[in-house]
């Protein structure tokens, strides 16, 4: 039924995943061609590319490729088509945290297509287990090889801030959104934690210049102990030269409590200015049904957002941390939900940076991400 030209804009690649999905649609729908639009790496710069196009209400995107902290935006902008129907039929096959990213004021504006949530990768020939919580962690990683992240001044550095600080039982916005509450003790200690990371050498200063990708290269090319990733760093570890020397653990506790995570992972939402949305949403279906979300975790440890994908034998296999992995989802907290997410996210990792770099000490930091987060909540 499927027909048509579907141009799919989604971040680069990286496994090679996303190709055999576009792949095995376009067999199995000979009157409907998709074509894969590669946007960079960094969630920064594949928004601002796709809202370049939005804004010049181009039709080039059919199908976007949308982080999950952007549906609020992209909704409130009026940017994306209503979903809610196949939601509503399909919405029960994914696991609620998933499904509640793609809702805007009571409408369903995206499927889930990946889920995400972060572990931490250990060299077994160097640790005999994964430490209890993350001052073991940083302490082993000063006597060891120390510990590779995000620490770049971009989206992935504040996942890597907010795991810390939802550890630490805190967070940067008060409950209804309306307010910054990064004005604590807990921040500043989790920033004065980071910062000494550094400057002790349990964190390399490179950490700084690391997204995803380059993280996962330093952990591969054996220089770290532990690295904190996403789950489609596993695959291709177990097809690089420390696959038989590594394992992978959910997260270490924190200050005496225990370790959270924060909720990543992508949707598929239909672009307003869409020629052909009907074509769009039969590629959707598609790519969220459970056959490719099976693929997608066999070949390349993405996480899915069906949940009885996870009860797979060969999905087992292939990620033996599924079980984990599945509650860690389930239980992830989300970034805060706001149109103007974009702009807190800028407050939360240019301050960051700044006390990475030593620019700033961690007090002075922390009370400028107030200053910026509530500047940022006024704009809207
Ligand atoms: C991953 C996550 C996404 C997050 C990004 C940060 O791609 O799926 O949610 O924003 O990393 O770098």
Redesign the pocket.
Known sequence: KASGNVTWCIGKDTSGAVGTVVDSFNQANPEANVKLLELPED?GEQRRLQIQRLQAESDECDVLGT???WTAEYAAQGWLLDVSDFISQNGDRFIQSTVDTTEYEGKNYAVPFNS?AGFIYYRTDEVDQAPQDWEALYEQASQGNGVVY?GFR???LT?NFLELLYSAGASVLSEDGSEATADSQEVRDVLEFMANGIDSGAAPKAVTTY??EESRRAFESGNATFMRN?PYAYALGKDSKIADNFDISTFPGYKGNEGAGVL???NLAIAKFSQNPEGALAFIEFATDPAQQKLMATEASLPPTVTEVYDDPEVKKAMPFAEELRSAIEQAQPRPVSPVYPQISEAIYNNVFAALQGDMSPDEAATTMQEDIQKALETF
């Open positions: 969630a982080d999950v902290i995400n995000q971009y989206e992935g996942v997204k995803e996403w990543g992972g992508y």
